[in-house]
């Protein structure tokens, strides 16, 4: 099984509704982050969270909001989606003894 | 903040060697990462340089030099395999977020 899962994979979306992207984990680490990937522009860290009761903004949280429900869980929500969120979008995971960071599989979200 | 620049795109022929030039301007250095990203897929770790030097892995090594703000990612024999986007990231030291670069698409032909 993967460490960092993803769901849904892809998604296709009309302008306005409601989206949630949903990332879960089972390597047992604090910190977790999502980014969006534009062609171009590489990966950009949205929101940031070193552990449940930790939230962070990254440098492009406008339009974005998250929830920690667990250690193991973080959820990206776009409350009224917009054709410019159309992006790739990665979950990422670091241990606190850890260097490196760990991506999930991506979410390719289209905003109609 | 992080100012990381890397070529578009590289080509090279199968078996060849290919070097991956990363130049970054930052407030705070804490280590610099290369990661491969497959068309579609998640970027994945390939090397991390916290000292100036050379790291090597294999194929693969990466040089880190502080005081020039610059790295390269060396890609040694290359396989059809290595096509892929190669990003360069650094480490801000006073929150541990990685800022990436645009990344450096590489292609190998036979």
């Known amino acids: 099984d993967a460490d960092v899962t993803q769901t849904p994979r892809n998604r296709i979306t009309k302008t306005g509704k409601r989206i949630m992207l949903e990332c879960s984990q089972t390597?047992?680490?604090?910190?977790m982050y999502w980014y969006r990937q534009d062609p171009g522009l590489g990966l950009r860290l949205i929101y940031y969270s070193f552990d449940v009761k930790d939230i962070n903004k990254g440098e492009i949280s406008d339009g974005y909001s998250v929830s920690r429900q667990a250690q193991a869980k973080f959820s990206l929500s776009l409350e009224s989606a917009i054709p410019n969120q159309t992006a790739l979008y990665f979950c990422?995971?670091?241990?606190?003894?850890?260097?490196?960071?760990?991506f999930g599989p991506g979410t390719r979200l289209t905003v109609l | 903040g992080q100012n990381i620049d890397q070529p578009t795109e590289m080509t090279a022929t199968e078996g060849a060697i290919v070097q991956i030039n990363c130049t970054y301007q930052?407030?705070?250095?804490?280590?610099l990462f290369w990661y491969q990203q497959h068309a579609g897929e998640a970027p994945t770790f390939l090397s991390y340089n916290v000292l100036d030097g050379l790291e090597e892995k294999g194929r693969f090594s990466s040089f880190l030099s502080r005081s020039k703000g610059y790295s390269y990612l060396l890609l040694k024999e290359l396989q059809m395999k290595d096509s892929a986007s190669y990003l360069c990231?650094?480490?801000?030291?006073?929150?541990?977020?990685?800022?990436f670069g645009a990344g450096t698409t590489v292609t190998v032909r036979a």
């Open positions: 930052t407030s705070g250095f804490n280590g």
């Open positions: 390597k047992g680490h604090d910190r």
């Open positions: 990422a995971t670091r241990g606190p003894l850890s260097d490196t960071q760990y």
């Open positions: 990231a650094v480490r801000d030291r006073n929150d541990y977020k990685l800022s």
